[in-house]
């Protein structure tokens, strides 16, 4: 099966019928995250938060610009209420530490103030950016694994801007 007829496959498929089928490997407040193969997982929204952080995630994707995706895991697949990405390894699966430091996260010198600028461009929550939950190591690099938390300030913002909610 090719990879675009998975995902829609995936994406056909119930909460529950996704439950069954593959392997949960975590969750948040608004959403589980299940392993598909090796090489991608679906984050699945339970609730009405999930869709939005699905459509959050995926406007910083297809918006970041080149310099910030480098920090960001590739979104492969979009749906509301399902979002397809890369599999990295958690780095909370390594390191027991709640925050990171963002200012040793990644080795290239400027990768602290690109973070804070996608932080800031797109409203993100700062605690949630910190979190090392947020963070996974893929290609040998670390990168954000969940970035679909916003402020209260950017809750209002893609709420009125795009309809998010």
């Not at 990768?111 to 932080?119: G, P, Q």
Request: hydrophobic share 35%.
């Amino acid at each position: 099966m090719n990879d675009k007829k998975l995902f829609k496959q995936v994406c056909s498929l119930s909460n529950k019928e996704i439950a069954k089928k593959y392997e949960f490997i975590g969750e948040g407040m608004c959403r589980e995250v299940y392993s598909i193969t090796e090489d991608y997982v679906v984050k699945v929204a339970k609730v009405d938060g999930g869709r939005y952080q699905n459509s959050i995630e995926n406007h910083v994707y297809t918006h970041a610009s080149k310099n910030l995706l480098k920090y960001l895991c590739p979104i492969i697949w979009y749906e509301p209420n399902r979002i397809i990405m890369r599999r990295a390894i958690p780095l909370s699966s390594i390191i027991k530490d709640k925050q990171i430091d963002l200012k040793t996260i990644r080795p290239e010198k400027e990768s602290y103030d690109d973070v804070k600028k996608l932080t800031h461009d797109f409203i993100l929550d700062p605690e949630d950016i910190i979190s090392t939950s947020s963070w996974g190591i893929y290609n040998n690099k670390n990168v954000l694994i969940d970035y679909g938390c916003t402020t209260y300030l950017g809750d209002i913002f893609y709420t009125i801007r795009y309809g998010f909610h």
